[in-house]
């Protein structure tokens, strides 16, 4: 019977005992295909509209979507994303669903950052921001290829914020390819800055857990014209009194809160 190399046990118990931001959102998902409004929000949402095809649950959902992307794909795709815009925990639902089906290529950014970031949750986080962010600036008139346009989306967004933090570059040449007709372009900075803000006030986030994410996620290089995407772990953990282990919890915890608002972000920006 062949061994496997010590080396190799070691790194396939140290991947099996890291939990990520991806682990824990499909833990969330159990509980969700479980919540009795969440399913009923999806029949009142397939009686609505055709192109839900009569599902009644989540699970439905999930179920319709699997499989090769078909014109109903994209109907199923764009009735959620629809309602993404929806206020409180209808939007939510939507986008988290959205969020769940495209699990498995949130999965292939973060490991395509592997060259750029080394820590699995790291990376992780910020696919998982990134393809929150392909759902919300989805544009509203896109009806098909949407599924690879999302997958798109979000891995040309991480793998750029990854490669700032690894390679500082001017901020001019950062977010560059994101400006669409209706929608001024923003460097990733201020938009994060924007979104900070607005967490706070709506009270998703706390002043201190809003300083972090900043701090992790946003901190303009002192005296320089460039921005760093990803922040040393053990720099933001000694500013914050903490250590690197905890700060990446806090993080994660407060990731989630956000990306799950996502949608009431939506409503905000559009009004």
């Known amino acids: 019977m062949p061994t496997t190399p010590a080396s190799t046990r070691e790194n396939a118990m140290g991947t099996a005992r890291k939990t990520t931001i991806i682990n824990r959102l499909n833990e969330q998902w159990a509980q969700v295909r479980e919540d009795f409004a ?84 790291e990376r992780s986080q910020l696919a998982v921001v990134a393809m929150y962010d392909a759902i919300r600036t989805c544009p509203t008139d896109k009806s098909t290829y949407l599924t690879p346009h999302l997958a798109w989306t979000a891995h040309r967004t991480a793998m750029r914020l990854a490669k700032v933090g690894a390679n500082e570059i001017p901020m001019a040449s950062v977010g560059s390819d994101r400006t669409t007709a209706d929608e001024p372009d923003l460097h990733p ?56 282990d905890a700060m990446r919890q806090r993080c994660s915890r407060a990731a989630r809160r956000l990306a799950a608002a996502s949608a009431r972000y939506l409503g905000h920006d559009t009004d």
């Open 38 to 121: 969440a399913q009923h929000a999806v029949q009142t949402w397939s009686a609505e509209d055709s192109r839900l095809r009569g599902a009644r649950s989540v699970q439905d959902i999930r179920t319709l979507a699997d499989g090769p992307v078909t014109p109903a794909t994209d109907e199923l795709f764009r009735a959620l994303l629809d309602r993404t815009s929806l206020p409180g925990s209808e939007g939510e639902l939507a986008s988290r669903i959205v969020l769940q089906l495209m699990i498995g290529r949130i999965v292939h950014t973060s490991r395509a950052m592997t060259g750029y970031i080394r820590d699995i949750e």
């Open 189 to 244: 900075s201020e938009e994060l800055a924007q979104i900070l803000a607005w967490s706070v006030a709506e009270g998703v986030l706390n002043a201190g857990e809003a300083t972090l994410l900043a701090h992790r996620y946003g901190d303009e290089s002192p005296g320089r014209p460039s921005w760093t995407s990803v922040a040393d772990p053990d720099t933001v953990a000694g500013q914050a009194g903490i250590s690197p």
